[in-house]
């Protein structure tokens, strides 16, 4: 605002201008290959990012983006190569993608939900994520559940210890055949685990549903729990046609 940029800014602008240009014979103009499309919701920023929790008095798309930042983070960082899908242009090529990712918006709409029903119908492989989306798909995928969507803390946990994540949960039949993550109410998991997350074949293609807010939290808190969680839940997926091993 002040018409000044701090030397840091600058600095740091053109190392990455530098490393962009010692590779750029091979990565301009190149294409990604569709391994996982992201849906980006406008209908719900629009709709629903005032009420975010995430969301702050100056920045109005701030709050429900946050669920498509934190789905980006955790599959980039599993290797995948991800691309936004924007809700506009889903039903133009849903079907280029082997794998759609639906972050955990709060209201994506009945045509997108159709659109995305059809694609798991003809062989897509379909991961929904948060109570909202769980609710809109439950008829259209004959999802189960045991109660409606609520507020509340749910304690997530994998080999190395604890995440706690609140917001909107949607608790999953536990009797259904492949449940694939509980939560729990206290940070004891010997007891009152809750299914949130499950697998299911539906035409030709599968879905997994999980019934929470995972992505947001992801953004909010940035766990290594909620990423080894997040790829025990999508192992079943097609994985990544490249690899990365960093030292």
Sequence with gaps: RAGWIDDRVIN?????????????????????????????????????SSNSIFASSNSIFAGDGATAAGA??????????????????????AASYPIIVVPDWKDIGGEVADTLTSYARNGGKLAIFGAENAALFADRLSLHFARPPADQMYTLADETGFAMVRGRWMEIDPTQPHILAYGYPAVDTRKDRKAIASLSEYGKGSVVVCSGPLFSGYEALFSPILRSLTREILKSFPQPVVRLDAD
């Design 12 to 48: 740091v602008c053109a190392e990455v201008g530098r490393f962009c240009r010692q590779r750029q014979r091979w990565s301009h103009r190149s294409e990604s290959i569709p391994e996982v499309g992201v849906l980006f919701s406008g209908r719900s920023i629009y709709r629903t």
């Design 72 to 93: 980006l983070d955790l599959l980039l960082s599993y290797g995948y190569s991800v691309d936004l899908i924007p809700d506009w242009q889903l039903s133009e090529c």
